[in-house]
């Protein structure tokens, strides 16, 4: 199985920055990806960016421009920095990875973190 652990939330005013963190743990063969998503009481949990082992990238787009996703591959850590925050972008935000748990298949497993909060506020 694989742990995920998000960090890096927190109370940001508008325009400010944030990055937030999530490393990887537990027994697996790799990960084949690792996103972020986030989820508000309104709004269902809402895709915001991606990067796969080959370092390819996608943004949600009310966050291009924005917002940049990186991994270290070493750490099995993806960074979500988030910049020009806006009020809208108050929400849980929760780290998942695509890991694949078997040597035998090529097959990959979804998991989540627990999540983190981030406000927008002044």
């Known amino acids: 199985q694989v742990q995920l652990v998000e960090s890096g939330g927190g109370l940001v005013q508008p325009g400010g920055s944030l990055r937030l963190s999530c490393a990887a743990s537990g027994r697996f063969v790799e990960i084949a990806a690792m996103a972020w998503f986030r989820q508000t009481p309104r709004v269902q949990r809402e895709f915001v960016a991606v990067?796969?082992?080959?370092?390819?990238?996608n943004y949600g787009d009310s966050v291009k421009g924005r917002f940049t996703i990186a991994r270290n591959k070493t750490k099995n850590t993806v960074y979500l920095q988030m910049n020009s925050l806006r009020a809208e972008d108050t929400a849980v935000y929760y780290c998942?990875?695509?890991?694949?748990?078997?040597?035998?298949?090529?097959?990959?497993?979804?998991?989540w973190g627990q999540g983190t909060q981030v406000t927008v506020s002044s």
């Open positions: 990067i796969t082992s080959g370092g390819e990238t």
């Open positions: 998942n990875a695509a890991a694949r748990l078997d040597t035998t298949t090529t097959a990959t497993l979804n998991f």
